[in-house]
């Protein structure tokens, strides 16, 4: 079987003729036909080339990958419990799901850690303008929800109004905006802004720059992400612009000085530019270097992301952050992303989240052997449910402590943004309408965060609103599943709350099979000698019929 098909996505608005009968190994047609019009991926390859390795149309999607991997997290189930509890009494009038404690602080020192209302944080997202138009939303649903958030790579050098002097930033002023549209909305000390930065924000000055004049306090080193594993990549639709990032450092294909290029530019050969940023050079020396720069600076709390790289790249990144005793590091499984990634990259390379998160565990419990400093764990990749988040938990655990997630949250920050339009207009879709035509009544946590903002419900962006919701569902989803696996409390969470469904899931991960797993405490049960012992009918053991009625 394949896992993967080629030649034709929505992601890049491509199509087979023969839909109904394709080539599984190449993804033609299996006629090809000459007087086609090359809907098709080399059909559009041959008049638009390069163009066609990105998702389309850049600027209003996220993407991710649409690759079936052969072992995911359904491949695990979540396991109840019908007695005990940990984190209450096991008492049924208190072991109920509004009981159970999702807050968690992250960080070495956990006195002046992040503290987050929920298992969750905000992965990075950066200069992408699927990310800049839904901001408002997304930072403010986010920092009511108490969940922390990650700013992107490139949002000071993208921004044509950040100033420079000598190589270095000195006014950024889209990178205060982001910021703020997040401590605006903080609520009761949760959350925290982290600040990202690539090869090119280093370069500028980037994180200095916001912990000296933003009052940054954490910041976050960036090695990779899931969706492709070279640097960060835009499109630009202005010839100044695109000078003008070249100027500032970045690869831009193609030359936007060269006069040939400009004039087809111009004469509407082409329509947009490719940004590109650097690969990073990941060295021992390197990366405890720039971590002392950064605590000198000020930053109180340093974190690390990390991509879905071949094995003996995760190993340095979990040493390394051991080493310099960091307070996060973010660990992002292959097929994720959420701007502009190569399409056939985002489905074809790096390790895949079962099988790179099993790894991270791993070496992890290698190095608490050797009793060496573990910073908390993040798992990222394509994490959008409930379910997933306490699989994810359970796979990390007791080394796990958040799920990191991105276009989930984007996705219902868009939504509700589009409905506040549509209530503005009053061009409700019958679909929404079936639930009222205002805020109020559309939107079912409204009356909560009315009462938890007062006036300043008023000013809230509605998308914010779509977040906030979004993420109460996983609240209580979470809660749910917990209290079903008897488990209060986060720290509770263990790898015995799931069971592999596949041996292929066990050998990957090391959760037992579904068959094997509680073998002797089962045999236990049944071979103790209970209080009260089976009456047998007439000496003739109990036996049971069709539906499970007793003979």
């Not at 019009?37 to 993407?63: L, N, V």
């Not at 879709?429 to 903002?453: C, S």
């Not at 962006?461 to 079903?484: D, E, K, S």
């Not at 050998?507 to 002797?520: A, T």
Request: a positive charge; charged letters at 25%.
């Amino acid at each position: 079987m394949t896992y993967t098909r080629l030649n034709a996505s929505a992601a890049t608005l491509t199509k087979n003729r023969t839909e109904d009968s394709v080539s599984p190994f190449s993804g033609m047609c299996t006629t090809c036909i000459d007087g086609c019009i090359g809907m098709c991926d080399i059909g559009k390859s041959a008049y638009r080339g390069a163009e066609m390795i990105y998702p389309q149309p850049f600027g209003i999607i996220t993407t991710a990958s649409q690759k079936d991997y052969p072992v995911d997290l359904s491949h695990f189930t979540i396991l109840g419990r019908c007695a005990g509890a940990w984190g209450v009494e096991a008492d049924s009038n208190k072991a109920i799901f509004p009981n159970v404690d999702l807050e968690v602080t992250i960080g070495a020192d956990k006195k002046n850690g992040i503290k987050c209302k929920m298992p969750l944080i905000g992965a990075a997202m950066g200069s992408t303008n699927v990310a800049k138009n839904n901001w408002p939303e997304y930072a403010a649903g986010l920092a009511i929800s108490g969940i922390p958030m990650a700013i992107g790579e490139n949002v000071t050098a993208m921004d044509m109004n950040s100033q420079f002097s000598n190589g270095k930033v000195i006014s950024a002023p889209e990178l205060k905006w982001r910021i703020d549209s997040y401590r605006d909305w903080q609520l009761d000390g949760f959350g925290e802004v982290i600040l990202q930065a690539n090869v090119e924000d280093t370069m500028l000055g980037v994180q200095e720059y916001a912990i000296k004049n933003l009052g940054v306090q954490s910041v976050e080193l960036k090695w990779g992400q899931g969706a492709k594993d070279i640097g960060g990549e835009v499109k630009i639709r202005d010839l100044n612009k695109a000078q003008e990032l070249q100027k500032r450092g970045y690869i831009v294909l193609p030359n936007p000085s060269d006069p040939g290029v400009i004039e087809a530019f111009k004469r509407g050969a082409f329509h947009e530019f490719e940004r590109h940023s650097r690969v990073g050079m990941v060295t021992e020396e390197g990366f405890i270097k720039r971590v002392e720069e950064l605590r000198k600076c000020g930053a109180k709390r340093i974190t690390l992301k990390t991509g879905a790289y071949r094995p003996e790249d995760t190993a340095r990144a979990v040493k390394y952050a051991s080493i310099c005793e960091l307070d996060l590091l973010t660990v992002d499984g292959a097929g994720g992303g959420t701007g502009m990634s190569p399409w056939r990259m985002m489905n074809e390379w790096g390790v895949p989240v079962v099988e790179l998160h099993s790894l991270v565990y791993q070496y992890y419990t290698k190095l608490a052997s050797k009793k060496m400093f573990l910073p908390d764990l993040a798992f990222a990749g394509g994490f959008t449910f409930e379910d997933q988040m306490f699989k994810g938990l359970a796979l990390g655990a007791p080394f796990a402590k958040l799920i990191a997630y991105a276009r989930a949250p984007l996705a219902a920050a868009m939504v509700a943004k589009n409905i506040g339009k549509a209530i503005e207009s009053q061009n409700l879709p019958i679909y929404i309408q079936r639930f009222g035509l205002g805020v109020d009544e559309i939107f079912v946590t409204a009356h909560e965060l009315r009462h938890i903002l007062g006036d300043r419900f008023k000013k809230l962006p509605i998308g914010a609103i779509g977040v906030y919701t979004y993420n109460q569902r996983l609240a209580q989803g979470l809660r749910q599943f917990m209290t079903g696996a008897r488990k209060f409390a986060l720290q509770y969470i263990t790898r015995d709350d799931i069971a592999s469904l596949t041996p292929e899931a066990t050998k990957i991960s090391g959760i037992e099979y579904i068959m094997d797993i509680d073998r002797k405490e089962a045999d236990d049960i049944l071979f103790s000698n209970g209080t009260r012992k089976a009456k047998a009918v007439r000496g003739t053991p109990v036996l049971a019929g069709k539906n499970g009625r007793r003979k």
